[in-house]
C-alpha cells in the first residue's frame, strides 16, 4: 500500500518559517518526480514547488526566494522549508509524486499551514 504522510504544519506568524515533511512508503521516491500543492479555502489546489528525479527544482513565483523544496532518497522523504511566511501562504499543503515513466500519481492527505498574529 502506498502512502504519502505530510507533517509539519501548524500556525506560525507572519515572517516565521515551517519545514514540511512528505513521507513515502510503498513506493521508492528515486523514480519518482515530486511536488508540493496547496489548497487554500475556497480555491483551487495550486502548485508551489517542484523536483525532478534528478534534483531540478522549480517554483511558483509568489513563493521563489522563500521556499526551498528538497529530497533525501535515502529517507524516501521530500521536504518543504518555508521562511518569510506571509497570510496569504495559509493553506492546506500536499505533496504529490508521478513516477518516471508511467505518470503513475499518489497523493498525500495534506498538512495545515495557517499564517497569522
Known amino acids: 500500500q502506498v502512502q504519502l504522510v505530510e507533517s509539519g504544519g501548524g500556525l506560525v506568524q507572519p515572517g516565521g518559517s515551517l519545514r514540511l515533511s512528505c513521507a513515502a512508503s510503498?513506493?521508492?521516491?528515486?523514480?519518482?518526480?515530486m511536488a508540493w500543492y496547496r489548497q487554500a479555502p475556497g480555491k483551487q489546489r495550486d502548485l508551489v514547488a517542484t523536483v525532478s528525479v534528478g534534483g531540478s527544482t522549480n517554483y511558483v513565483a509568489s513563493v521563489k526566494g522563500r521556499f526551498t523544496i528538497s529530497r533525501d532518497n535515502a529517507k524516501n522523504t521530500v521536504y518543504l522549508q518555508m521562511n518569510s511566511l506571509k497570510p496569504e501562504d495559509t493553506a492546506v499543503y500536499y505533496c504529490?509524486?508521478?513516477?518516471?515513466?508511467?505518470?503513475?500519481?499518489?497523493w498525500g492527505q495534506g498538512t495545515q499551514v495557517t499564517v497569522s498574529s
Open positions: 510503498g513506493i521508492t521516491l528515486d523514480f519518482y518526480a
Open positions: 504529490g509524486a508521478v513516477h518516471r515513466v508511467s505518470q503513475r500519481q499518489y
